[in-house]
Nanobody, 115 residues
């Protein structure tokens, strides 16, 4: 069973920083496009950022210039450095691994930004 293990969520004040991490198996991590999504109650899950195995990166407009995605193939870990956090960033954040015909999700973790 594929597992995506997330860590790093929590409570932070406006303007603060958090770093999210997501670890999975080498067989998945080496091939997958990895990404971060987030969801607030009553809204659809939205893409925050993704990074392909070749290093192509995409960000949602709402986080450009504040969030940085990266991946470490030696550690099989995906990161999301979140700086300049705003209350609108409050959500449950999910790690995602996308292969050609399979998609896997982490369990989700709460990020709360207080004003």
């Amino acid at each position: 069973q594929v597992q995506l293990v997330e860590s790093g969520g929590g409570l932070v004040q406006t303007g603060g920083s958090l770093r999210l991490s997501c670890t999975t198996s080498p067989s998945i991590f080496s091939l997958a496009t990895m990404g971060w999504y987030r969801q607030v109650p009553g809204k659809e899950r939205e893409l925050v950022s993704f990074i392909t195995r070749g290093g192509v990166i995409n960000y949602a407009d709402s986080v450009k210039g504040r969030f940085t995605i990266s991946r470490d193939f030696a550690e099989n870990t995906l990161y999301l450095q979140m700086d300049g956090l705003k209350p609108d960033d409050t959500a449950v954040y999910y790690c995602n691994a996308h292969l050609k015909d399979q998609t896997f999700w982490g369990q989700g973790m709460q990020v709360t930004v207080s004003s």
